[in-house]
């Protein structure tokens, strides 16, 4: 990977900001990132986490090249506080990556609470526009410009990918990946997305690890394990220079998981115990799972009236 | 090499994502196929060169050299299957081994309007713009398959994803290179092959040249400013950014990522 003797960097002096940077895609972009010479702000929901990235980083320049910040993506003064944060320390931001999500609501869709709906898309949907509107805000004041990239995912384009109302929120995102390449393109801001497919990390196998590498084999082409690197280097390409043509794009980093078309409808891990639950998962944030057993039967809606 | 080249080149960060690997390049006499050779070059691989121009071939095989890479030519008629043979053959005898694939050459043909366009002209198209991207990429199998893998980039446009006047012949091969990638990805994967293509908008090359004069013969400075205004960015491509993207789907960057069409459109493509 970024194994070259690279001495320049490819963000050299670039001021990066991450959501979701403490585990999974967000940590391995930050990474990343500092790899390439940036300085970078990072916020997540998980303060644990988070401080344990910062400890983590040895003393010296990497770790004054890093901020943390705990946040809630779904709130606009959080968001605004994370952006505040990196001109303070850094100066002008030049690359937002909108990374942070959740598994969110999970089970049948006709049991699909609406608190549970709404909460999947406050982080998923509504944290993205908030990361877009005030990392854009910045650009704009400063006027050099910038790349914004969001995580989508190809359960965003695809149907049957993922959970329902999960799915629905990174289709969101996706449209407004395109919308915001749109506006902002007169401010020279870019914005693309990743759909990352199956990558290892918490949030992706939720804890089916194995059953998870069972349906990658069969679903997923390329025989490659998906890994948080192999998405954080996708990002650091749509972050630097390189793709200064490249704007408004959904970038698949899915081991061709899309181009495969004849199989793409198959059981996900865990498909056969996910119709019996109902409830609300929050990935790595450290919320604990809100979830019930449903029984046939018990729910009101299943008896006519 | 020109100082804006050179500039372009050494200020892609030092990286050394191809080093010691062979990438064959067709159509790399000029354009885009120039630049992605150059830059593959400039990140540390050796290149094996194709196109029927012999004299910009020898003077790109001297610019490959100024960056430190070794550069094999291949001079010959890319619709003639024979070419393709040759040019992957050499990447084994000069070099030993075969990494990665630019397919990129290709004709814009005449540009005709939908119902004038001659069946000649047809068959032509399919025979510059889609089989030999067909034939190389079954040859590179055996070879790249020995080396536990490789990566094929191949140059489609955006052509390939939506219409436009005059380019339907152009379009066609196009949607059929992009096609072919997404099949060879499927069936590569297993031989660790990754096979992706590039879909560029308007980038300036001869082919722009073409294009602004079919818009408006008498005025292609405003033929330009009318192509620029279709794209949010505001302006064409420039070939780096093109061979940027090329360099950054054959390296290890893109690792995990198999059977995409990426546009490289400065947005054009936002709208479906």
């Known amino acids: 990977m970024n194994n070259n003797s690279n001495t320049e960097g490819r963000l050299k002096d670039k001021v990066a900001v991450i959501t979701g940077g403490a585990s999974g895609i967000g940590l391995a972009t930050l990474e990343h990132f500092l790899q390439e010479g940036a300085r970078v702000v990072f916020g997540d929901m998980n303060a644990e986490n988070g401080d344990k990235v910062m400890t983590s980083l040895s003393s010296g320049l990497r770790r004054e090249h890093v901020r943390f910040l705990q946040l809630d993506v779904s709130r606009e003064q959080d968001v605004i506080d994370l952006m505040t944060l990196a001109e303070s320390e850094f100066g002008p931001i030049d690359i937002v990556f909108n990374n942070a999500g959740i598994g969110g609501s999970i089970g049948p869709l006709v049991d699909t609470e609406v608190d549970h709906w709404d909460a999947t898309f406050e982080v998923n949907s509504r944290g993205v526009f908030l990361g877009i509107k005030h990392g854009a805000r910045a650009m704009i004041r400063h006027g050099g410009g910038g790349s914004i990239i969001n995580t989508a995912s190809t359960a965003g384009i695809s149907g049957g990918t993922g959970p329902f109302a999960y799915s629905a929120t990174k289709a969101a995102v996706l449209s407004m990946t395109k919308n915001a390449a749109l506006e902002l393109a007169e401010h020279h801001i870019r914005v693309n997305a990743v759909c990352p497919g199956i990558i290892f990390t918490p949030l992706g196998h939720g804890g089916l690890e194995e059953e998870t590498e069972a349906v990658a084999r069969i679903i997923q082409p390329l025989d490659v394990r998906g890994e948080p690197r192999h998405v954080a280097s996708a990002v650091l390409y749509l972050g630097s220079e390189e793709s200064a043509f490249i704007t408004g794009e959904a970038l698949a980093v899915d081991g061709g998981y899309l181009a495969n078309g004849l199989i793409a409808v198959h059981p996900l891990p865990g498909a056969e115990q996910k119709k019996r639950y109902s409830g609300m998962t929050y990935g790595t944030t450290g919320k604990a799972p809100t979830v019930r057993k449903l029984q046939s039967g018990q729910d009101k809606w299943r008896h006519h009236e | 090499m020109s100082s804006a080249d050179l500039d372009y080149l050494s200020g892609i960060g030092g990286i050394k994502r191809l080093a010691s690997r062979t990438v064959v390049v067709t159509g790399a006499a000029g354009g885009i196929g120039r630049a992605a050779a150059l830059r593959c070059a400039a990140e540390g691989a050796n290149i094996v060169a194709v196109d029927c121009d012999a004299h910009a071939l020898r003077s790109l095989v001297s610019e490959v050299n100024q960056l430190g890479s070794d550069c094999s030519m291949v001079e010959g008629d890319i619709s003639d299957l024979a070419t393709v043979e040759s040019m992957m ?177 400065g947005g054009k493509s936002v709208k479906q």
Do not use: H
């Not at chain 2, 990429?137 to 080396?147: C, E, N």
């Open chain 2, 89 to 265: 053959s050499v990447a084994e005898t000069a070099f030993g081994r075969l990494d990665g694939l630019v397919n990129n050459a290709a004709t814009s043909g005449k540009l005709s309007p939908f119902e004038t366009a001659e069946p000649e002209e047809f068959a032509r198209m399919i025979a510059v713009n889609v089989q030999p991207v067909w034939r190389s990429m079954q040859l590179a199998r055996a070879p790249m398959a020995r080396r536990k893998g490789g990566a094929i980039v191949n140059i489609a446009s955006l052509a390939a994803l939506r219409a436009e006047r005059g380019v339907a012949l152009y379009g066609m091969t196009k949607g059929a290179v992009a096609n072919l990638t997404i099949n060879a990805a499927l069936d590569y994967a297993s031989a660790n092959i990754r096979v992706n293509a590039v879909c560029p908008g308007p980038v300036e090359t001869p082919m722009l040249g073409k294009m602004e004069k079919i818009i408006d013969a008498s005025n292609t400075e405003a033929a330009r400013k009318k192509i620029a205004s279709t794209i949010p960015l505001r302006r064409c491509a420039t070939v780096w950014e093109i061979a940027g993207a090329v360099a950054f789907l054959l390296s290890d960057d893109a690792s995990f990522i198999t059977g995409v069409l990426l546009p490289v459109d």
